[in-house]
């Protein structure tokens, strides 16, 4: 049987997207083990027979801990004797191509979520990121990227034996995500038939921007309601904000919640107000339900809405404009178009989908 090991930073990468991959796996005939720091695992019932090693990956690029980590892994794949090593995250994927590069590994694959560097990131990711992954790919026989942007400048990077992919995501299971309990959400929080909700779902972190749909929805009319699901280090900053304009019937923290379908089925409008994106996830869960998406206009966020067909795009930090978008989508016509068109969109990042296109670059 042929040997495949997975590697992340962190075991929740695994947990939130891979199960699937990983299975699909496991039926084109592979043996797969794991790797990751699994310091604060989960417990995942579908991974509960494979072979997991814990590593000493940190998300600190300037840990002493992540150069441990690259003896860790030469001696589990010495071990192990690997056909294919598959890596994601930034971390993971860059002292694991070293790693197994040192050991002659023939079928090394990276998945890059979005790079580090992109139009419009800060210098110092340029400085420290680009030359890294340069270098990284000459230890790379195939990159999987999941956004246009990042696709083109892979192929520009890329040495002379890198295959460089893309696919849409990781994957979508649609019928999970497409219908949700709207009553219960709306009841929690009181919410009437007339208000016009806003969900925006993420870190409440700098990169996620929730104070441009904060300020946007602050110079609309009472009805416009906004629902911020996650928790993170902005979260008393925006709190503060919130009381500070007096907004606290209108703007709702939910932090973590379980209930995603439902929140959404509830929301009449989805946001995204991000800086830096790689393909979200977060947008393909909305649409699964027809949401309209309003986002800033970014990588990531502009290969998924379409502007004026599926929602708006937006520039960064422009709260006036996303505030007139909002207000556009009360629109009917343009909300019941925007909704049949999404339903329809939708089924490309379609979980099934995904797997057959993984299948063709491990065959390939």
Request: aromatic share 10%; glycine share 6%.
């Amino acid at each position: 049987m042929k040997r495949a090991l997975v590697v992340t930073t962190l075991m929740i990468t695994i947990k939130g997207f891979l199960v699937p991959h990983i299975k699909h796996l496991e039926e084109m005939g592979y043996q797969v083990d794991l790797a990751c720091n699994m310091k604060h695992g989960f417990y995942i019932e579908e991974l509960k027979e494979n072979k997991w090693h814990h590593l000493s990956f940190t998300r600190n690029p300037f840990s002493i801990n992540n150069l441990k980590s690259i003896a860790e892994l030469q001696k589990i794949i010495r071990k192990r004797k690997y056909d294919m090593v598959h890596l994601h995250t930034p971390i993971a994927a860059f002292l694991g191509r070293f790693a197994a590069h040192t050991l002659g590994i023939k079928n090394i694959i990276y998945t890059a979520h979005g790079f580090h560097f992109y139009r419009g990131a800060p210098f110092i990711n340029w400085l420290i990121y680009y030359p890294l992954e340069w270098v990284a790919m000459r230890w790379t026989d195939k990159i999987i990227t999941i956004n246009q942007e990042d696709f083109s400048r892979a192929r520009r990077m890329a040495g002379n034996k890198t295959k460089v992919y893309k696919i849409d995501g990781v994957g979508l299971n649609l019928k999970k995500y497409s219908e949700g309990n709207r009553e219960k959400v709306r009841k929690e929080f009181q919410l009437s038939e007339k208000d016009f909700v806003v969900t925006i779902i993420g870190e409440l972190n700098k990169n996620k921007n929730k104070i441009q749909l904060i300020k946007a929805i602050e110079i609309l009319e009472a009805k416009f309601k906004v629902l911020i699901v996650g928790n993170g280090p902005k979260e008393a900053e925006l709190k503060e904000y919130v009381n500070l304009k007096g907004l606290e019937d209108r703007v709702k923290f939910l932090g973590i919640r379980m209930d995603i379908n439902d929140i959404i089925a509830a929301s009449e409008v989805m946001v995204s107000m991000s800086y830096r994106e790689g393909l979200p996830r977060n947008i393909m869960e909305g649409l699964a339900q027809g949401k309209p998406f309003v986002a800033t206009n970014i990588r990531g966020n502009k290969d998924i809405i379409e502007n004026n067909k599926n929602g708006y795009l937006v520039k960064v930090n422009d709260y006036i404009k996303t505030s007139k978008v909002i207000k556009k989508l009360e629109d009917k016509e343009i909300y019941r178009t925007m909704k049949e068109y999404n339903i329809e969109e939708v089924k490309k990042y379609s979980i099934h989908r995904i797997l057959k296109e993984m299948e063709i670059i491990y065959r390939d």
